[in-house]
């Protein structure tokens, strides 16, 4: 991983969206400007979920979705570091994958795919997937998903 500061621990299918009724000018246009080392002006990093045994060195930047938006989509982007690895899990909700850092690997139920630069992969509802690092460099990528969706299920 890189040497940016991470902030607070938190799983962003936890929160909320915000009412922007009630925080008026929250839901204007925002531009986030890129720093280099894939960070963005304005953006925490955080660790991918609270720490446990089922995920190694995986942090997340939510771009849009939690700085007070009224979309129905969150766009978030996530770095394993070398060796790393999301949770296997299971959900409702559909993802969108798009790699932009190095390459690394999705397992979607029991097909393993390959993701480099601008490799795309679409995630359907309910499929047990993986995402893994085992090369030498960060492996980023770019995650759509759905505002509101379900709490993720582990696969052990």
């Not at 999705?106 to 499929?127: M, Q």
């Not at 030498?136 to 582990?154: H, L, S, T, W």
Request: hydrophobic letters at 30%; one cysteine or more.
């Amino acid at each position: 991983m890189s040497s940016r500061k991470i902030t607070s621990l938190s799983c962003d299918w936890q929160i909320k969206p915000k009412d922007t009724s009630k925080t008026k000018g929250r839901n204007t246009t925002r531009h986030y400007p890129y720093k280099g080392n894939f960070a963005w002006q304005g953006v925490n990093t955080e660790q991918y979920k609270p720490e446990g045994k089922n995920w190694l060195k995986m942090i997340r930047q939510t771009l849009i979705g939690s700085h007070g938006e009224s979309v129905r989509f969150h766009v978030r982007y996530f770095e394993i570091a070398p060796g790393g690895n999301s949770s296997f899990e299971t959900h409702k909700h559909e993802h969108v994958v798009i790699g932009i850092r190095g390459k690394g690997f999705c397992l979607v139920k029991k097909k393993k795919f390959k993701i480099g630069f601008l490799d795309t992969l679409y995630i359907e509802p309910s499929a047990p997937h993986q995402l893994t690092n085992p090369f030498k460099e960060p492996f980023g990528f770019f995650c759509i998903v759905n505002a509101k969706r379900d709490k993720p299920k582990r696969i052990i």
